[in-house]
């Protein structure tokens, strides 16, 4: 499987390089175009971002920063947790403690 992401916040379009053709090119070679617009969703679509992961098979996104994020817990959360945990028990400093930002 073979997939690019991007990802901003200005128009899709910018820039010299015609993005619509650069979308053909990569799903012409298996690569699949996912887009990732930081904003609204609506001026992501305005904005050619939802365009050009539709012309390489890809996913069009947005995360928008002014809206709240919904948490729904998981089963395998308490799991997944403790196991970051065990991880995180597993790292080293590398500087010296005196120096170390506080």
């Known amino acids: 499987m073979k997939l690019i992401f991007i990802a ?16 053909r090119n990569a799903i012409a070679k298996g690569i699949v175009v996912n887009t990732i617009f930081c904003g609204d ?20 996104l947005n995360i928008d920063q002014d809206q709240k994020v919904v948490h729904i817990d998981a089963p395998q959360d308490t799991e997944l ?22």
Not at 8 to 21: K, M, W
Not at 42 to 57: C, F, P, S, Y
């Open 41 to 60: 969703y609506q001026e992501g679509i305005n904005t050619k971002w939802k365009d050009g992961a539709d012309l390489a098979d890809g996913k069009y």
């Open 81 to 102: 947790n403790r196991l970051n945990q065990q991880l995180n028990d597993t790292y080293m400093g590398c500087m010296p403690r005196a120096s170390r930002a506080k």
């Open 8 to 23: 901003g916040n200005e128009e899709f379009t910018q820039g010299t390089v015609d993005y619509q053709q650069s979308c």
